[in-house]
Each structure stands twice: as structure tokens, then as C-alpha cells.
């Protein structure tokens, strides 16, 4: 059975960062893509991130391009996302995501917020 378990998120000021991870367990971690995803309040799911199964080649959206750095740690099965920079605009529950058939865990809370 496939579980993710993402952790990290809060709540932040402005320009503050933040660091999620994904936990993965129940397949083979090192063999698939995976992104992250997050969904606002009243939103619906906006990609953020994927990084393939290899070195870690990640590519970003441009709402978050420059701020958002993803990798993954294939030793501990778990995928990372550094947020700098954080703007209210961020404020989203945070999913980890498998490429290949799109499970996802029940997500992580960030909320920027002065």
C-alpha cells in the first residue's frame, strides 16, 4: 500500500521559509518522479514541483521559481521542500505526489500570515 506522509508546515511571516517533507513508503521511492502540489483555500490543485526518480532533476512553476527548492533523499525514501521567501499567496495545504498514479498523503498546512 502506498503512504505518504508529509510534515513541516506552520504557520510563517512574510519572507520567512520552511521546510516540508514527504515520507514515502509502500513502493519503490528511488524508481518514481515525484511532485509537489498544494491547494489554496477555495482553490483547486496547482502543480508546484517535480523532480524525476534519478540525480534529482527538478522543475518548478513560475509562481514559485527562485524561492522553492525540492529534493529528495532516496537513502530515506523522502522528498523535501525548502520554501524562502514565503508570501501570503503561499498559504496552501502541501501534497506530495507520485507522478506515475497520483497518490498523494493527506497533505501539510502552510499558512503566511503577518
Known amino acids: 500500500e502506498v503512504q505518504l506522509v508529509e510534515s513541516g508546515g506552520g504557520l510563517v511571516q512574510p519572507g520567512g521559509s520552511l521546510r516540508l517533507s514527504c515520507v514515502a513508503s509502500?513502493?519503490?521511492?528511488?524508481?518514481?518522479?515525484m511532485s509537489w502540489v498544494r491547494q489554496a483555500p477555495g482553490k483547486g490543485l496547482e502543480w508546484v514541483s517535480t523532480?524525476?526518480?534519478?540525480?534529482?532533476?527538478?522543475v518548478y512553476a513560475d509562481s514559485v521559481k527562485g524561492r522553492f527548492t525540492a529534493s529528495r533523499d532516496n537513502t530515506k525514501n523522502t522528498l523535501y521542500l525548502q520554501m524562502n521567501n514565503l508570501k501570503p499567496e503561499d498559504t496552501a495545504v502541501y501534497y506530495c505526489?507520485?507522478?506515475?498514479?497520483?497518490?498523494r498523503g493527506k497533505g501539510t498546512q502552510v499558512t503566511v500570515s503577518s
Open positions: 505526489r507520485t507522478v506515475s498514479t497520483g497518490d
Open positions: 509502500g513502493f519503490t521511492f528511488s524508481n518514481v518522479a
Open positions: 523532480t524525476n526518480d534519478g540525480p534529482g532533476f527538478t
